[in-house]
């Protein structure tokens, strides 16, 4: 069949009007399909940064914390171990001096049972219960509590639960949670499934079934949009549980490390007390006279607030700012057993006890007490989410005196 030259030009233009409609129709393809890609990995890097400065904020709180809590350890332990030392000399040398004058045979019994009293090695001698009780390294003491409470590789502590939390590659913390759910390299996880969606080479995928041709762009359009809304929504909830069960880990670590740091303080100071005063009382009994010793203020590289004889722990340490000592407002008002409320749209805190009403505010330099106002040296503060109250202040406005030891970094309380 042959063909003239109108008919031949005919066929040309129709053959370049195909051929152009397929192109224009496979960059539609393209540009759709980089859409998708685009959104995809703005997604994953958006979603990918959250986590990263996540991890690293949580892991350095727990580092921080971790470190506190073990110089703090450290100090104290040494600090008894010396005062320990200190207590076994000056009872060797009382010792020397009590055989010098009582040497004769009728005090030779009295002498030997003062003797082994005063020996830190003699089973059951007060000075033996105070070694005992601040030794680190002996089964179930006060020491021991404490150092492996706040110890991170000893197994079921406080603050190894704390650290596996935050800890992205401990199998089923809810670190690991949050980074396998956000990791398009984890089989399974939510961000895995977007990866392969958005993929047109990835068998029966919504690009892949596109780009064949199996599903139309509205419908691809739609399930992905359907997919994308889905998955983040199931991400978001993971982060939120994880978030939630590290915060839950953390709350619960520092209250349980508080608890044992002020018993453990408080028990070694008891202790201490007690044995002194059994050597006291005996030395007293044989020889006729006593021998004083010195107190011994806890160092655990913070304030010291010391509320009737009483060391108290707190959440947040005691800060001092201008010269004044601020304390964790609800821990100190409930140690003088006072009712304390927080009201959040002012940003203040009222406490009352025997008909006395105090009221303060963040950052304002001026309290009342009964409905008069009173200056303050320096206003309450909000430090690490704490509201820190001047120490002084609340303590006398509720009745009690208070006294500082610039030396020894020391508040004492006392209620009458």
Partial sequence: MKFGKRQYFSL?????????????????????????????????????????????TETKKYEDYNQKES????LFADQTKTDASNLEALLKSDLESLE?????????????????????YFAGSPMHQYSVSINPNYALSLMMQYKNTINQHYAGSPMMQYRTAVNENYAGSPMMKYKNMVNPHYAGSSMSKLKNESNEYYANSILYKYSKGVISQKEASKQWKALLQKESQAIQNTINQSKESINQVEST????????????????????EKTLAAINELRKQYFGESISFESLIPNLGEVNVIL?????????????????????????????????????????????????LISLTIDKKTASINGK?????????????????????????MGAEVKWDAKSETVTIQVP
């Fill in 12 to 56: 040309l233009i129709i053959g370049l009007l195909f051929f152009g409609t397929s192109s224009s129709a496979w960059a539609a393809n393209k540009s759709f399909i980089k859409q998708v890609k685009e959104e995809y990995q703005n997604f994953e890097t958006k979603t990918a940064a959250n986590y990263s400065n996540y991890q690293k």
């Fill in 308 to 356: 009737n004889g009483e060391w108290l722990a707190f959440s947040q340490p005691p800060a001092i700012l201008n010269g004044t000592t601020l304390v964790p407002m609800r821990a100190i008002f409930e140690k003088l057993e006072a009712e304390v409320k927080w009201h959040p749209q002012t940003q203040s805190v009222t406490a009352n006890k025997q008909n006395i």
């Fill in 253 to 272: 670590t520092l209250n349980a490390i508080l608890k044992q740091k002020y018993n453990s303080v408080n028990e070694i100071l008891k202790q201490r």
């Fill in 100 to 120: 010098k004058r009582f040497g004769s045979n009728e005090y030779a019994s009295k002498l030997r049972d003062y003797k082994n009293k005063i020996n830190p």
């Fill in 71 to 74: 110089k703090s350890f450290e």
């Fill in 373 to 397: 106002e009173v200056a303050l040296l320096f206003p309450p503060k909000l430090i690490n989410g704490h509201t820190m109250v001047p120490l002084r202040f609340v303590s006398e406005a």
